[in-house]
C-alpha cells in the first residue's frame, strides 16, 4: 500500500494548483503566471562565546523576494513598466522618487488549491512592490513563448 492511500483523505498539495492575485479587484488575477517562488526568509543569528560554550540567539528576520516568471501576453510587459512608472519611474530613464505607497495595487496574494479546486493555504504580502522586470530573450532560432520575471520585493508574509 502507497503511503498517500493509507492516511485517510490525504491530498498533497500539487505545484500546478496556484493562482497569483496583484491588486485588490477579482480581475486582478495573473492567470498568465507560468511559476512563482513562494516566499521565504532567512533568521540571522549572534553567537554568545562563555568559555568554552557558544551560545546561539535568533536575531533579525530577512524576508527573501520572490520571482513571477508570466507568459507576455497581450503587452503584459508594458503593462507592469507602466505601474512602474506610476510609483516615480520617468520614461527617460531616472528616479522622480519612487514610494511604496503608490502602488495601486497593494495586496498581493498566492493562492494553493487541492485536487477539487478549494483553497488550502494563502500568502499574503505585506507591502509589496516590483523590485526589477527582466524582458527574456528574443530568438529567430526559438518558437517559445516569450517571458517575463517579475522580482517583487515585500516587508513581510503571512500564511493562513
Given amino acids: 500500500m502507497a503511503f498517500w492511500t493509507s ?4 491530498d498533497p498539495l500539487r505545484k500546478f494548483r496556484f493562482k497569483i492575485q496583484f491588486g485588490e479587484k477579482s480581475d ?3 492567470w498568465w503566471a507560468k511559476s512563482v517562488t513562494q516566499p521565504s526568509l532567512d533568521v540571522s543569528m549572534s553567537e554568545y562565546q562563555l568559555i568554552n560554550h557558544k ?3 535568533p536575531g533579525v528576520v530577512t524576508w527573501n523576494d520572490i520571482d513571477i516568471t508570466i507568459v507576455d501576453v497581450g503587452a503584459k510587459g508594458l503593462e507592469y513598466f507602466n505601474k512602474l512608472v506610476k510609483v516615480g519611474y520617468n520614461r527617460s530613464g531616472g528616479l522622480d522618487g519612487i514610494k511604496k505607497g503608490q502602488y495601486d495595487a497593494q495586496a498581493f496574494n498566492i493562492q494553493k488549491f487541492n485536487s477539487e479546486g478549494e483553497k ?3 500568502w499574503d504580502l505585506i507591502n509589496p512592490f516590483i523590485k526589477a522586470i527582466k524582458y527574456g530573450d528574443l530568438d529567430y532560432s526559438s518558437d517559445e513563448l516569450l517571458e517575463i520575471t517579475l522580482t517583487v520585493a515585500y516587508d513581510s508574509a503571512t500564511l493562513s
Fill in 7 to 10: 492516511v485517510n483523505n490525504s
Fill in 28 to 30: 486582478d488575477i495573473i
Fill in 55 to 57: 551560545i546561539k540567539y
Fill in 120 to 122: 488550502q493555504e494563502e
